[in-house]
């Protein structure tokens, strides 16, 4: 009997942890409060993950493993272990606490003995392991046991975002990326915590997604690119596939069809849609507004009524992108009848619209936002009708902007946006007179008129991008150049474990 105790006992090893600091130097976005204390959670082959009984938490406890297991090489079991009091614990856990203010805050608890994750949604908790991702240490500590062990600091984290919407747009059109580009991207962007991906799915040069009741679209219109490259599309069933990855990490695919203008590769396909007077050849040029839908023949918007059906069909998401940029040859009125009228078809199929700054010149319902991107007019319109904007201004936000005059991919129309400019810059007064209720948050669009591959998509989005994260996760108090460059260059060894081709920009001391 004697020797069962000692035997039971030798199991309980004290371990004196060395002192930890929970600073956030890992950490992009930053959380609104981090308070540490000093001490670790040891993660070893003994811990095992936890989550309340939801299938949405069960997903999120699920995608944690994956990731700590390709991070670090461990496994860690997921609601299975028997022995519960013999594990370390991290907890995902569905609360109501009152600290916690909205749907996609959390609280994260962490002591030696477990890590305790709360939150009010699955979104939430989601959000909540991107961070406990970015603190676990890439390398073990092997001096403390006989086994590796990980030293996660200890304290108390409590976050929430600073803007709701918090998007990146992806041009497919002008030159077309995969389903496994579109994934690697969307890996990236749930580490940092963004929610939306706005797929910009046509424009002059391709029709990028398969419309049923209108074949021709992709089987014609899909079939060219800028450049004169082989071009492409997405079928319903490769775009469901996209849906399905972007729900997975909490992320809503806004569908984009650019309307009136940006239309030539559909009237190519189908010219009885043609309003420009000429007859439609395909075109794989980068001008722009020099094509439109007739807004006068019934057949457009019967035409616009069943891409809507059939895409929104396939759109879990609030918002349907009914473009309305540079339809510099659609007469002022027609413009404006056309909006109205595709904004009330987009609405009878259970959407919100969304539109290209332009449509606050229309008399769109004050429920449609407008994205703003080049006209601080329209943008004032906008809020004066008591519509939402999303703030996506081309000298701040633009991902297809050059860097500087080095740089391989990009054009200059806007500006040059070196990382430093990407991220010295406040949203919440960008445009006078702002309330900050009608802010949905900011996006960041990257046109493709001069990428055509993952690597150069690649080299403009990043590391630009992750300081959008930071401007749309936290708050401005807690906003600083100087300290967001450091905690950017520890962003590497995550990069490169991804095959991230980052521009390795000289204003960063890369770790
Ligand atoms: C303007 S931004 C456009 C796009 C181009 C982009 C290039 C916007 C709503 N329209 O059609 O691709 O500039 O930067």
Redesign the pocket.
């Known amino acids: 009997g004697i020797f069962l105790i000692v035997a039971c006992q030798e199991k309980r090893v004290i371990i004196n942890y060395p002192t930890t600091d929970l600073s956030a130097e890992n950490m992009v976005p930053l959380p609104l409060k981090i308070t540490p204390t000093n001490s670790a959670f040891g993660l070893d082959k003994n811990t095992a993950i936890y989550t309340s009984n939801d299938s949405g938490f069960e997903q999120v406890g699920s995608f944690l493993s994956n990731k700590i297991s390709t991070k670090i090489n461990l496994e860690v079991p997921v609601n299975t272990v028997n022995n519960i009091e013999k594990a370390k614990i991290i907890y995902i856990n569905k609360t109501d606490s009152l600290e916690l203010k909205s749907k996609e805050a959390y609280q994260m608890y962490i002591t030696q003995d477990s890590i305790i994750i709360n939150a009010k949604t699955a979104a939430g908790a989601f959000r909540g392991i991107q961070t406990l991702r970015q603190i676990i240490p890439e390398e073990s500590n092997d001096t403390l046991t006989t086994h590796k062990m990980w030293l996660v600091p200890s304290g108390k984290i409590l976050d929430q975002p600073n803007y709701e919407y918090r998007g990146a747009m992806l041009?497919v059109a002008?030159h077309f990326f995969s389903v496994g580009d579109v994934k690697k991207y969307l890996d990236v962007l749930a580490y940092y915590k963004f929610n939306a991906l706005h797929l910009?799915l046509t424009?002059d040069q391709g029709w990028r997604i398969e419309i049923k009741s209108w074949p021709k679209l992709t089987e014609i219109g899909a079939s060219t690119e800028v450049g004169g490259g082989p071009g492409g599309f997405y079928t319903q069933e490769d775009f469901k596939e996209i849906v399905r990855y972007a729900t997975e990490r909490h992320i809503t695919i806004v569908p984009e069809i650019?309307m009136p203008g940006?239309t030539n590769a559909a009237t190519v396909a189908y010219p009885q849609l043609n309003g420009n007077g000429k007859t439609p050849k395909v075109y794989t040029g980068?001008r722009?507004g020099f094509s439109t839908f007739d807004t006068n023949k019934d057949i457009v918007y019967a035409f616009v009524d069943d891409v809507v059906r059939e895409i929104s069909a396939i759109s879990p998401g609030l918002y349907f992108h009914l473009?309305g940029?540079?339809s510099h040859v659609t007469k002022k009125k027609d413009f404006k009848k056309f909006i109205l009228k595709v904004s009330k078809i987009v609405e009878s199929h259970g959407k919100t619209p969304i539109g290209?700054?332009?449509i606050a010149t229309t008399d769109i319902s004050s429920n449609a936002v407008a994205?703003f991107?080049?006209s601080e007019k329209n943008a004032n319109l906008a809020l004066d009708k008591g519509m939402k904007i999303i703030l996506?201004p081309?000298k701040k936000a633009?991902l297809?902007?050059k860097y500087d005059t080095l740089s391989k991919h990009g054009?200059t129309?806007?500006t040059y946006i070196p990382v430093d400019s990407a991220y010295i810059w406040t949203p919440e007064t960008f445009v006078k007179n702002l309330p900050k209720a009608q802010v949905l948050g900011i996006e960041a669009?990257l046109?493709?008129?001069t990428i055509s591959n993952i690597e150069e998509l690649e080299y403009l989005a990043f590391p630009r991008i992750i300081g959008y994260s930071e401007l749309n996760w936290t708050i401005k108090e807690n906003r600083n150049w100087e300290n967001y460059k450091n905690r950017l260059a520890n962003q590497a060894p995550y990069l490169d474990r991804m095959n991230v081709k980052y521009y390795p920009t000289k204003l960063i001391d890369w770790k």
């Open positions: 041009d002008r910009h424009d650019d940006h980068m722009v473009g940029d540079e290209w700054d332009e994205q991107w080049r996506s081309a633009y297809d902007m054009l129309w806007a669009p046109w493709s008129e």
